[in-house]
């Protein structure tokens, strides 16, 4: 697998945009980047996926950089419902890409 | 509901009895996933299954746990004589295709 590597904890003013860094640089090439959030007491959420390309859906951005060795989600509005522990995850194959966590990046939205 | 459930959300067990938790995934999903959760980690892996088959059994930690996914849909994760360090939360997520997962809310276990 390749690892990833997060801030355990970061801050973000609501109605500000909220920049997770991710760093995954054993990646190979055809390792995609993943994430996924958890909010308090519920199970994780599927946010966004990409290989190589920026990625922009309804809830966030993926910015991943030429060498693929790191990537950043962006929030562009934080909301104090963004609150939540993100993770960024490579996705292995191995026949059921078994999805590998690790212990993520608990973002604080403050009013 | 069309996400994925699991029951009971919470169980409360003493140490070295047996526990059954289900997992309803959403219709149609091939893929369906086992995880363990402990206080302030990240999920681990316990086991996959596509269908009826069970892929991947790494993830599990002892011969106490056992998965089944019988006719291809609902699943479930039994523990046997559980013990204080088998207390995590059980989520399980379904996958159409092994790719993006959608998690249900979980079951907290907590053994005694």
């Known amino acids: 697998d390749a690892k990833t590597t997060q801030p355990p904890s970061m801050d973000c003013a609501e109605g500000r945009a909220a920049n997770l860094p991710c760093n995954h640089s054993?990646?190979?090439?055809?390792?995609?980047v993943y994430w996924y959030r958890q909010i308090h007491s519920q199970g994780p959420q599927y946010i966004i996926h990409g290989l190589k390309n920026n990625e922009t859906n309804e809830m966030a951005s993926l910015i991943i950089t030429e060498d693929r060795k790191s990537s950043t989600l962006i929030l562009p509005h934080a909301t104090l419902r963004d609150t939540a522990v993100y993770y960024c995850?490579?996705?292995?194959?191995?026949?059921?890409?078994?999805?590998?966590f690790g212990a993520g990046t608990r973002l604080f939205v403050k009013a | 509901g069309a996400g994925v459930s699991q029951s009971p959300r919470y169980k409360v067990a003493k140490r070295g009895q047996d526990v059954a938790l289900r997992c309803d995934p959403i219709s149609g999903h091939v893929s369906l996933f086992w995880y363990q959760q402990a206080l302030g980690q990240g999920p681990e892996f316990l086991t996959y299954?596509?269908?009826?088959?069970?892929?991947?059994k790494s993830g599990l930690p002892s011969d106490r746990f056992f998965a089944e996914r019988p006719e291809g849909s609902v699943s479930t994760l039994k523990i046997q004589r559980t013990q204080q360090e088998d207390s995590a939360v059980y989520l399980c997520?379904?996958?159409?295709?092994?790719?993006?997962?959608?998690f249900g809310p979980g079951t907290r276990l907590t053994v005694l």
């Open positions: 995850i490579v996705r292995e194959y191995t026949g059921g890409f078994k999805t590998i």
């Open positions: 054993t990646i190979s090439g055809n390792e995609y």
């Open positions: 299954f596509q269908n009826e088959a069970q892929l991947d």
């Open positions: 997520a379904s996958s159409p295709s092994g790719g993006s997962k959608y």
